[in-house]
């Protein structure tokens, strides 16, 4: 992972994260996802008062990538303003899944402290797309 590239994600998904619209939670998440040429996507949660329509930034940030014709991923930050960072739900990992077996998840909080995890780690006995073909 290139740390100039992970300090400039960061930076992104902390920013991003000041356009969640979270008016029932009021927890703000922030994601911005690398691809393997360098281009990032960002995403922030966007909530609904049928909480299931809730929208996490993770697959915000995915969607939009995948919507402009990317699917070759590096890496995802995650921003969160909790000690120690947040950690994404098990929607967003089995999506994350879908486009990445072997993606690194960064999770981080407003201060800078960082949790690099595999998502093999997050999601271990995971299945995708080649399970099902």
Do not use: W
Request: glycine content about 6%.
């Amino acid at each position: 992972m290139n740390e100039k590239l992970l300090k400039k994600a960061f930076e992104y998904a902390k920013e991003i994260r000041n356009n969640a619209y979270a008016p029932y939670s009021h927890f703000l998440v922030g994601a911005a996802l690398v691809t393997k040429d360098g281009k990032i996507f960002t995403g922030c949660n966007i909530e609904n008062a049928s909480f299931g329509l809730t929208v996490c930034a993770e697959r915000v940030a995915i969607f939009k990538a995948v919507s402009e014709g990317e699917r070759d991923f590096d890496f995802l930050v995650v921003v969160t303003d909790t000690n120690p960072p947040a950690s994404p739900c098990g929607a967003c990992r089995q999506v994350i899944r879908e486009f990445g077996k072997d993606m690194e998840v960064v999770v981080a909080n407003l201060k800078g402290d960082m949790i690099k995890k595999s998502l093999s780690e997050l999601l271990p006995d995971s299945f995708g797309p080649e399970d099902l073909i």
